[in-house]
Every structure is written in C-alpha cells, then in structure tokens.
C-alpha cells in the first residue's frame, strides 16, 4: 500500500497526537490542526490523500469544513473525507454524509477500524487517481489528435486547390467518412488549353489514407500543367508512392484528360470503379474499366500503363467515382451498388448541374441514419469548348526579350521514353522564355512535335481517325510503331531574339520522315465538316503565329511568333507564300 499524507482535524490535542503516532506507525505522513479554519488553509496550501475531521469544533465545525474542502477538491480532485463524531445518532451521521463524508467513524476511535478505512480509502485513491492519469492522457490525445487533423485538413485545402478545381467543366461531390477524407479530387488546365482530372483513393480512410495523397497532389499538378501524357504521369505518380508510403499503402487512382481543340478524352484507370462516359440524356456510352494496377503496388521496372483514347461530342460527360459510393450501405446492410447508380443517370431527362446534388440526395435516401464506412466521392468532367480558356495572346511589351538558341536532335530511343512537349518547354522556359509566351508554345509544339513524330517518323495516317471509332485503331498503331521503332529522328531548333523594333521566337522542327503533299494547306481548312478530327493542329498554330513556313519535302516546318515593338499584321497568305504549291496534301 503506498503511503499517503493524512489530514487529521480535532480541538482535542491529546486526540490528535494518538492518531498522529497511529498513523505514523501505518507508514504514512500526518499533518495535525486544532479547527476547521486552519483546515481549509493547510489544505489550500499542501496536497493531502485523505482528510479525517472531528464533527464538533470551536469556530469552523467539521460539517463546514468537509463542505468547504469540498469546494476546494473541484480545483484540485477528489480525495476522501473521514468524519469523526463522539455523537452516533443517525441524524448526525445523516448530516455529515449530506456535507460531503465519505464515511463515518465514531468516538472513541476504534483504531483497528480506523486501519481499515485508511487501507480501504488508500486502494479507492489509487484507482481514483488511477483514473484521473488515464483521462489527462485521453485528453492529452485527444488534443494532439486534433490539431493533427487540424494540420491536416489545412494541408488537404492547399493540396486540392480548390481554385483549380472549381473550374466551369467540373462539377464534384466528396463526403468523407471522417474528418479528413482519404478520397482526392484534382482538377489542372494545362497551359496549351487540356484540361486534367484525376480521383484518388488511397488505402483505408481518414488521416492515415490523406497522408499517402500527399506527395501525389503535387506531382500531378506539376506535370498535367506542362502537358505530359497521363502515362508518364502514371509512372510518376507510382515512384512517388513506391517512394513515399508503406508497402501496405497504395492508391487507386483514376486521370483524365480531355483536349477541346479535337474533342478528344484520354483516361487512364489504375483501381477504380469503371468511368462512365454519358450523353445528354445519362445513357451509358462507354466504361473506361480499370486496367492497369493501382499506384504502389509494383515498382518502376515491372510498371506497365494502358490508357484509352476516343473521339467525344460536345453533349458528353465522363463521370469518375470511388468504390466507397457504391459500397455504402442501408440499414439492411444492402450495398447501393452500380446498378442503382446507373438507375438514376438513366432516369434523368438530361444532364443539368444539379446532377451531382440529385446522386448526392438519393445516396442519403439509400443510407437514411447510417454513416458511409469509406469516404465517398465523385467527379463529373464537361467535354465543352464553351468554357475553355483560349491560348494567351502575345502581349506588347516595351521590354526586350534575352536572346538563347536551344537545338537537340531525338533519336529513336529517346522518341520512345520522353514526353517531347513538356520536356522542350521546360527548357525553354529555363532558358528564359516569358510567361506570357510559354502556353502558346506550348500549344505550337503540341502540333508541330506530334506532326512529326506521328506522321514524319512514324508513318501514320491521319485519315483514319475521319470518324470517331478511328482514333482508338490510331492510337493503337501509334503504340505499336512507337515500340517497334529503332531508328529516326526529330530535330528541334528554337531561337528567341530580342530588338527594339520587336522580339521574336522561332520554332523550327524537322523530322526524317519522307514529308507531304502541301498544296491544301493554300485552302482554309473546311471548318463546316463537323466530323473531321485531323488537319485542325495546323490551322490552330496558323492562327496563333504571325508567319508560318515548310520546306520541301514537307518534313521541316518553321514558326515564328512577335511581339512588342510595332504591330504585327498576322496574315494567312504570309503562310501560304511560304509553301511551295507544287506540292499536295496534309498528313
């Protein structure tokens, strides 16, 4: 029994030594005082495990006392209070119990019943106070697992960036099963005008799952806003985790991109529910089912990536969602299911902006009282040009610009393995390139580059992709050229002159293909043929520069951009003299 300090209270001197020499003799300390006033001031001053207060005193009585120390032990916690009466009718012992005893020992004092009591209240203390550690350690918890939910919801805000993701194409519902969700929805439009999306769903929920996204946001920002390709980031995206998390921590993740200059959606499915692309009146017009694994599980050299391409109308949705929407479950444990989900997209008469708030209601009808076991989430991309942020114009500017010349030569295995556009772009915007010429370089590299490397060195034919169900076949041969390629070349030569009179950016990009037919381009490409989806990349980088040039055979092209100084006239036959009609069609 550990020792305890004891506050023995009683007039009686001769009393108080007796019981002093007992308890002494128990193995504890005792601190004796004459009345209940000196009491109240010992026990305001020192820290006492059990107080014993004689009933009758001078001045301050020991039932004004017990209520007084009672007053005090709200601040400091309970401790017992023993009174001792020489008075044992049970009105007395009544009126101490009411004032706030524990117990009650009457005079003369029976000290082996005293022993007792002490020994009692001792073990009582213990867990009393056994009790009183445990709840400062769950508040000690409880607050440090606060402001770690606290940090992390506040990382989450920034990670997501809501100002990317509020954008006019994109509508999302997230409803996380705790505090902080374990589900990430990103939205980033990339600077040549592509618009990325992607939904995360990381192993688990709450802090544990957030905490794995974290090194993904960012990445995905970083590489969707240069334009790479959703398997490059893929790829990204698994070291990051592989780098980052536990072996038992990987995410499934979904990406999307959708190009309004060709209407055209690429979606890449690592893990996740199968994406639903829905026409106008929620019919189901292609699953994008998952089928590549989710990110982490396998590292860099055993990590393989399939992404699916299509054509898609201007009335089309993609919808992206997590396993925890249709895994919530009723009151009979009944799973709400795709089934139910496809249900209601085929029930709406057409896809308005409260879709998302219709699922949201009907999710809650299926559910009633119950909570969502996983954090629930979903995303509906608009495939519309209506919203979509034209390339920056070049802007006047009486600064000139730093002159740098950048020139490298691809071969075959580097065509391969970089993602040509962001790379070049990042090293001209090292090299000094201004901002605000850098997405409309990046949009004349996107057609120049991929001219060149899918027509020029690759060999393919753009007519194929003349309807819709072509460009799956398209891209298909593409991966499979691209693979099987062993030698060609691209050259890229990009020089940026500053002049007071007008600075200007040169872009030349020549490949070791056999060329084309270039007469059609002296015609304005035929903008009434609604499902022509090739020869618009030219007509575009023909609009954004101010002089536009081939040579023969067809394999070289040559842009230039101006801006500031005097203003520049752009002139569509400035880039018809500079073809060669002789020659005959575009790829």
Known sequence: MPSLRILSVDDDAALGMMLKAFIRS?????????????AVQRYQQEHFDLVLVDQLMPGMDGISATIAIRELQKQT????????SGMDETDDQVASLNAGCDDFIAKPVNFGILAAKIASFSRISALQEQVAEQNRQL???????????RISSFLMERLVRRDL??????????????????????????SNGDLYVMLADATGHGLPAALTLIPLSQTFYAMASKGFNLDSIARELNLRNRAYSPVDRFVAALMAVYRPRENVLSVWNGGVPAALLLDEQGQ???????????????????????????????DQRLLLYSDGLIEAENAAGELFGPTRLEHYLQEQESLTPNLLAGLQQVLQEHMGERRPHDDLSCLLLECSTENVQPAHQQQASAEIAEDWHLQLTLSAPQLQRLDLVPMVGSMCNTLG????????????LNELLSNALDHGV?????????????????????????????????????????????NSLQVRVTDSGKGFDMSQLLSPVDQSHAARYHGRGLELVRNLCQHLEFHPPGNSVKAELRWGGCPQTKSGSSVAAAINPSQASIP
Request: charged share 25%; with cysteine; glycine share 8%.
């Open 26 to 38: 128990l193995g504890h300390h005792c601190t004796v005082v004459g009345d209940g006033e000196q």
């Open 77 to 84: 916690g309970w401790r017992p209070i023993i009174m001792l």
């Open 139 to 149: 508040r000690h918890y409880h607050h440090a697992e606060a402001e770690e939910r």
């Open 165 to 190: 993701l509020d954008q006019p194409q994109v509508r999302y519902l997230l409803q996380p099963a705790s505090e902080v969700s374990g589900d990430l929805l990103l939205a980033c439009p990339a």
């Open 284 to 314: 189901i017009v292609r699953r994008f089912k998952s089928l590549n694994l989710p990110l982490g599980i396998v590292g860099d050299e055993e990590f393989e990536s399939e992404c699916e391409t299509i054509a898609v109308r201007q």
């Open 433 to 444: 390139l201004e901002a605000e010429r850098q997405g409309v370089l990046a949009l004349i």
């Open 458 to 502: 690759l060999g393919l034919d753009s007519s194929i992709k003349n309807h819709p169900e072509g460009f799956e076949l398209y891209f298909e041969s593409r991966y499979e050229r691209l693979s099987a390629l062993h030698e060609g070349e691209i050259h890229i030569d990009i020089r940026q002159q500053g002049h007071p009179q007008g």
